[in-house]
Nanobody
Framework: VQLIESGGGLVQAGGSLRLSCAAS????????MGWFRQAPGKGREFVAG????????YSTNSVKDRISISRDTAKNTVYLQINSLKPEDTAVYYC????????????????????WGQGAQVTVSS
């Protein structure tokens, strides 16, 4: 399984960004997909994710009201939209694949994910 993120970059505070994660080797409709982020000096933090059936789960942290996730099964790609970006959103954003079937549950634990993308740097300037 290979995951390729794109769409990161430098954005001014208040702006928006959409990250993409293109999967190969496995379909997103048979994989739980998660988005995580890691700020400098901090651990990897769950942002949002999908179950196999496409049911979405969002984190309860400060970003939850400003994000949305979607997936395009035809393109085998998942997306993360972040609005009203803040400097504290600066981080490397990763998509990850959990190939275990967990029903309607989306794991928020990085250790439950089997495959990771290379990460996309998002830098928000004030």
């Amino acid at each position: 399984v290979q995951l390729i993120e794109s769409g990161g970059g430098l954005v001014q505070a208040g702006g928006s960004l959409r990250l993409s994660c293109a999967a190969s080797g496995r379909t997103v409709s048979t994989t739980a997909m998660g988005w995580f982020r890691q700020a400098p000096g901090k651990g990897r933090e769950f942002v949002a994710g999908f179950t196999w059936a496409g049911i979405s789960t969002y984190s309860t942290n400060s970003v939850k009201d400003r994000i949305s996730i979607s997936r395009d099964t035809a393109k085998n790609t998942v997306y993360l939209q972040i609005n009203s970006l803040k400097p504290e959103d600066t981080a490397v954003y990763y998509c990850a694949a959990d190939i275990s079937y967990r029903g309607t549950y989306v794991s928020q634990e990085p250790s439950d994910y089997d495959y990771w993308g290379q990460g996309a740097q998002v830098t928000v300037s004030s």
